[in-house]
């Protein structure tokens, strides 16, 4: 009797194994069944019966092929002919740039420039730019250099050190 209601905790709470299950179902149909077990006979049963049942067979309909309006091997030859049209037409546009007797290019702005005239004195007005920003970023470097050194207490003492020589030397004792 324990044992049987261990299984059916077992089984309800889902974590019996199938051994223990045909144990249960044995036991109910069985003709020992125990008093505080009939309710579970009709679940059991059920069981049973629904074994028995089968599904009606359903027919399934069959699947309608579309015949293509050109055969197969035609299309092929077809997508390949466009295929091979398109690189043709692509290939002909294509022009490869022409060699000039250009020594020297340059790009700016995407713009090709072959006046070395005017290129060199682009580059030269965008180096001064450059040299412009570059000065004017090092000035707070350089002012903050100073004023370290003026407050360097090395340079005080020595200043100090002269300025007492100084007055050393004007004002004899």
Known sequence: MNDIDNLLEKYFNGISSTEEEKKLKNYF???GILSEHEIYKPLFAAFDAEKEIKAPGVAL?????KKLF???????WIAGSVA????????STFHPVQKQNVKYVVIVNGKKITNQQKAQHYAESMFGEAK???ESSY??????????EELDARNILKETAKNIEDIKTNYPQ
């Open 84 to 91: 091979v049209a398109l690189l043709i037409i692509t290939f």
């Open 70 to 76: 050109l055969p197969r091997r035609t299309m092929i």
């Open 29 to 31: 149909k069985g003709k």
């Open 139 to 148: 000035q707070p470097l350089q002012e903050a250099t100073n004023i370290k």
């Open 61 to 65: 309909p069959e699947k309608k092929t």
């Open 132 to 134: 412009k920003i570059v």
